[in-house]
T-cell receptor, first 113, second 113 residues
């Protein structure tokens, strides 16, 4: 029973295309995140949502647009994909008010060709 | 702003030897500290965390870490390496357990037979 699930796991697409990555968590957490891991394995926060409300937007190009239809889902839509967008994207969730860590999905490896 | 420095991007240990991964952080508030492990092509799994209380924390798979405020460090150790410990290890800091994580650059551990 996967706690944080992302689809797809792998995504290969051409430059200029628009693509989406979906994330769902069944942990009942209020907060969800998108992190980007680049080719050197460096991990950085992109967005954070709390109960469907955007609370963190870390200097990410406007081509990236997160959407949270409900607190269990946080999708990431990317317009006009560029070669530099190739990375692994991780979704995570955490409860807001208790002493608990973030749980991560398995990641989506995006390759732009 | 918070930051995390992991000394050594690669560490090679012999099976049965001590594993020591170094992590230093900077934070303007009392930090929450985490170690995550990433196996190839997988997501991040929590090894252990420090939030409050005992400064020596024990985690899964025989790992432990000690929070040293005076040294702003949170080094990870395991007395005896196993082949299955070969992975990428990330130290991370946040202002609170439900807050965004700031990651170090990661340390890849190679275990030699």
């Amino acid at each position: 029973d996967t706690a944080v699930s992302q689809t797809p796991k792998y995504l290969v697409t051409q430059m200029g295309n628009d693509k989406s990555i979906k994330c769902e968590q069944n942990l009942g957490h209020d907060t969800m995140y998108w992190y980007k891991q680049d080719s050197k394995k460096f991990l950085k926060i992109m967005f954070s949502y709390n109960n469907k409300e955007l609370i963190i937007n870390e200097t990410v190009p406007n081509r990236f647009s997160p959407k949270s239809p409900d607190k269990a889902h946080l999708n990431l839509h990317i317009n006009s994909l560029e070669l530099g967008d190739s990375a692994v994207y991780f979704c995570a969730s955490s409860p807001r008010d208790v002493d608990t860590e973030a749980f991560f999905g398995q990641g989506t490896r995006l390759t732009v060709v | 702003a918070q930051s995390v420095t992991q000394l050594g991007s690669h560490v090679s240990v012999s099976e049965g030897a001590l594993v020591l991964l170094r992590c230093n952080y900077s934070s303007s508030v009392p930090p929450y500290l985490f170690w995550y492990v990433q196996y190839p092509n997988q997501g991040l799994q929590l090894l252990l965390k420090y939030t409050t209380g005992a400064t020596l924390v024990k985690g899964i798979n025989g790992f432990e870490a000690e929070f040293k405020k005076s040294e702003t460090s949170f080094h990870l150790t395991k007395p005896s390496a196993h082949m299955s410990d070969a992975a990428e290890y990330f130290c991370a800091v946040s202002k609170a357990a439900g807050n965004k994580l700031t990651f170090g650059g990661g340390t890849r551990v190679l275990v030699k037979p």
